[in-house]
């Protein structure tokens, strides 16, 4: 599986008021697991699966999502959501 290091921006101001958390845990539901979350500079440095990046980018809240790199993953798999 392919995976991209990412750092997602989050607007502070966005319409459904999604905080930092919220945004981070959206984000480990498409499969990625959030490295760091940076309240000051409203950033969450996440590991996504390249396919999702189009999910997370769209998500309310998320202001741009900056690929930083990618590689493939043979040990990664999809996480399942109940």
Do not use: H
């Not at 607007?11 to 539901?29: C, F, G, H, P």
């Amino acid at each position: 599986m392919w995976m991209s290091n990412v750092v997602i921006v989050v607007n502070s101001k966005n319409a459904d008021r999604n905080s930092l958390e919220d945004l981070a845990d959206a984000v480990r539901q498409t499969g990625a697991t959030a490295v760091m979350i940076d309240e000051q500079n409203r950033t969450i440095e996440a590991a996504v699966p390249a396919d999702e990046l189009p999910t997370v980018a769209a998500m309310e809240g998320v202001s741009y999502v900056r690929p930083v790199f990618n590689y493939y993953c043979n040990a990664c798999t999809p996480a399942r959501v109940a």
